[in-house]
């Protein structure tokens, strides 16, 4: 579906850029008269299922495609903020493999944004936080095509398996004369090793 999406963005495109602006606007003005006519056509569906089967509107929701329809339509029967948590569950187990999980932290349905907090990455793979964000992004896209901007927070890690030596340290005596301490210099000043662990 979202391919056939990306399809017809290029060709609106496409179209904008070869007509002129009163042709582009009938030509958009048509295709939105088309949306509704098919929006209807599906509003409809619902009601009748709703009446007559409703046991099978749940199937109805549950089928890709049937749903991005839907959701295009304005019409599909689960909250934005549902949908994203269920696609979030949908990829837990593939993040759990990798040992990673994520934190759903803000829904803006009017920007059309969410903020995510991805928790741990796989060890040994200097890919896997690229990949669960990838999966993260695409399973929400694919439940919330409204959804235009997914801001992903991903805690730093510190590495502290490995030391990371700073050398020695000058000791700093304290100079009478001027008052302040001064940087002994030679060989024989006594010295710390410092290391962060």
């Keep these: 579906m979202a391919s056939i999406g990306a399809a017809i963005e290029r060709k ?18 048509l295709l939105q008269s088309i949306t509704d006519l098919y929006g209807s056509g599906l509003a409809r569906m619902l009601e009748l299922t709703d009446l007559h ?7 109805l929701v549950a089928d890709d495609l049937l749903a991005s329809l839907l959701i295009g339509s304005g019409l599909h029967p689960d909250e934005l903020e549902m949908r994203i948590h269920r696609a979030l569950d949908a990829v837990r187990p593939f993040l759990a493999g990798h040992g990673g999980d994520v934190e759903l932290l803000d829904v803006d349905e009017h920007a059309g944004a969410v903020r995510l907090r991805l928790l741990g990455s796989c060890d040994g793979c200097p890919s896997s936080a690229i990949t669960l964000r990838s999966t ?12 235009g901007l997914i801001d992903v927070e991903e805690p730093a890690q510190l590495d502290t398996s490995t030391p990371i030596a700073l050398g020695q340290k ?12 001064a940087a002994q210099s030679n060989d024989e000043s006594t010295t710390s090793d410092v290391a962060i662990r």
């Design 12 to 29: 609106l495109d496409d179209l904008q850029a070869r007509l002129d602006p009163t042709s582009y606007d009938s030509v958009m003005e």
């Design 53 to 59: 089967a409703p046991e099978l509107t749940a199937r």
């Design 136 to 147: 993260v992004e695409r399973a929400i896209m694919e439940a919330a095509p409204e959804i």
């Design 170 to 181: 000058p000791v700093t005596m304290f100079d009478p004369a001027t008052g302040c301490g």
